[in-house]
């Protein structure tokens, strides 16, 4: 992986390797807290931090560490950051916290952030490093946000409830009602709704990508002049 | 659907898929025709919209797959799962409910894992499952029996019937009247030994065997099934292991009728679905186990679970949250239940590869 461009990883990242819906990495916080807004926006933001700030640690270490001791030393410089961002999110949205509990600590065993460290940090330069961390996080959390929303909305039939808890007080009022009051189809809350959505923008993402194969196939087909007889006999040089 | 390698003799099949459809709708009668006689016309709007609905999404899916659409609606196979979940919901369920529970079945259950013959769950327990999990308070309003309506409230005919399902019909909101079932009266009993509550509650008192209706629908899907069991459209192992393995609990855990019993065999066995499950919901010959012995081992289990859920569990009737437990583990018992072929010494394994 000598050169890879800045674009290049951001395409990979938020689409074309993309964590959540490709890779099928993280898929126990994607399906555990991604009920609503507020809690996916709060898990994919802590991961992406995460990812950002060890991916460029690592990348900076990574000559210095010998192959033998590599995996426990990335692994500590992970659980470091994840420790940090637990208590940041302590201080300033213990509510939140409380509400991710067990799923903030478990970041640590995300496997994206240790695949994203040995695939990619520790064969690259800081810059590219630090970009990539923050573009697989970004399309991890972009998936997470994007389920949140779904499921909030077929389950609960409202948007944006609670932002509070990590905006502060001024987004006491962004919560929009749907479908009035009493609205609630509880399988999209519940587990096997996380299941059924991320399995549907799984197929969704395929759909997508084989429309546009498709199309730069069309695009692309060989326009040949002259002769079109293929040679049967003969040696090919 | 799993097949397995049979040897001879081989009984030529005289029944193709629709005709054994056709079957089961026929067979489904005497059940639909004591629901309607002891809770009103619900079951059959039920029925009608849920079918109504699933032939419409099956012929859209069919051809959204460019399948040709008349050549799988005549296989009847739609219909027969709108009907069975038809028959599971409350009756006067909300339209919507029906529909959404419909749409779970034939469109989640069925055609995303590649339409009749490769869905691993039975889609009207699906559908059913989705519903319950999702509208608890609708989905546990079971209407009380037409015969146990409070003095001076009518009993709603059709047209009030049609208003329940669409409220949008009444301008003032006409509203069933619900009762507890055999099944909710046990659970929610404290302190009364069953001697006492099979007199003081009408539900019991004024039944013959189990339980004011219930016990008639039952028996009429047990007789349903006895058809279909005479006309070979399944065998009797499933059905026989799951009503024997019921059976067995309840009588283990009868507690000789005091007031923490869960309720004597007979009420276990003809009330909520146990019957509609045992000859209509198991034996689904995609979604159960293949082999005879599978099927028994399949049946028992699913008959261990039905009364673990319903004395333990939270939910009203537990058949479908344990056809759909055991349609996990079919494939798992279907390994380890191989038949012997004719000249083996024993059965091979199921990983094995050689011929």
């Known amino acids: ?237 | 659907m799993a097949l397995m390698k049979l040897t001879s003799p081989h009984a030529h099949a005289a029944q193709n898929t629709a005709a054994v459809m056709r079957l089961v709708l026929l067979a489904t009668l005497p059940g639909l025709l004591a629901l309607t006689a002891f809770f009103g016309w619900g079951s059959l709007i039920n029925i009608l919209i849920a079918g109504t609905v699933a032939v419409g999404l099956e012929a859209l899916v069919m051809n959204l797959r460019s399948r040709p659409v008349m050549f799988y609606l005549s296989d009847y196979s739609a219909l027969v799962t709108a009907v069975l979940l038809g028959l599971s919901l409350p009756p006067l369920a909300p339209w919507w409910v029906v529909v959404i529970g419909t749409g779970f079945a034939i469109l989640i259950a069925k055609h995303l894992y590649g339409g009749l013959g490769y869905n691993p769950f039975n889609p009207a327990m699906v559908g059913y499952v989705v519903l319950l999990i999702s509208f608890p308070v609708q989905m546990t309003a079971w209407p009380a029996p037409l015969l146990l309506y409070p003095e001076g409230v009518a009993t709603p005919g059709f047209w009030e019937s049609l208003q329940v399902v669409f409220p949008l019909l009444s301008p003032d909101n006409v509203d069933a009247v619900t009762a507890a079932t055999p099944l909710d009266t046990f659970k929610h009993n404290s302190g009364l030994l069953v001697a006492q509550l099979y007199e003081k509650d009408p539900l019991f008192s004024r039944a013959s065997l189990a339980g004011l209706g219930w016990e008639w629908v039952n028996l009429g899907f047990l007789a349903g099934g006895c058809f279909l069991l005479v006309r070979r459209v399944f065998t009797w192992h499933a059905p026989v292991a799951m009503l024997t393995s019921l059976a067995l609990c309840a009588a283990l855990f009868y507690d000789s009728g005091s007031s923490a019993s869960h309720g004597s065999p007979l009420m276990h066995l003809l009330s909520g679905g146990t019957m509609l499950g045992a000859f209509f919901i198991i034996t689904d010959p995609v979604t159960s186990a293949t082999s005879n012995r599978g099927r028994l081992v399949y049946g028992a289990l699913i008959g261990i679970l039905i009364f673990i859920i319903r004395s333990w569990g939270s939910y009203p009737d537990a058949v479908a949250f344990s056809v759909l437990l055991m349609n996990f583990a079919a494939p798992l018992i279907d390994n380890y239940t191989l038949p012997r072929t004719y000249g083996h010494q024993k059965p091979r394994r199921a990983t094995e590869k050689k011929e």
């Open chain 1, 1 to 237: 992986m000598a050169d890879i461009s800045y674009r290049e990883i951001a395409h990979n990242g938020l689409w074309k390797n993309n964590p959540a819906l490709v890779q099928l990495l993280g898929l126990c916080p994607l399906l555990a807290v991604t009920g609503s807004v507020v809690n996916a926006l709060g898990l994919g933001l802590a991961t992406m931090l995460v990812l950002t700030a060890s991916n460029t640690a690592i990348s900076m270490i990574r000559n210095h560490v010998s192959e033998a001791v590599k995996i426990p030393a990335f692994v500590m410089i992970i659980a470091s950051f994840t420790t940090c961002t637990e208590l940041l999110m302590q201080a300033f949205t213990y509510e939140l916290y409380t509400i991710l509990g067990i799923f903030i600590p478990l970041i640590v065993t995300n496997c994206i952030i240790l695949g994203r460290a040995e695939a990619f940090a520790c064969k690259n330069k800081v810059a590219a490093s630090a970009l990539d961390g923050f573009m697989m996080g970004s399309g991890f959390g972009l998936v997470l946000l994007l389920i949140g929303t779904i499921r909030e909305i077929l389950g609960n039939g409202t948007l944006f409830a609670n932002m509070h808890l990590l905006f502060g007080p001024m987004a006491e009022h962004w919560t929009l009602h749907l479908f009035g009051e009493g609205y609630g189809f509880l399988i999209a809350v519940l587990p096997p709704g996380a299941f059924l959505v991320a399995g549907m923008l799984i197929a969704l993402k395929n759909i997508i990508d084989k429309r546009i194969e498709t199309r730069r196939a069309a695009k692309q087909a060989p326009v040949t002049s002259g002769s079109k007889r293929v040679r049967t006999t003969g040696a090919i040089s």
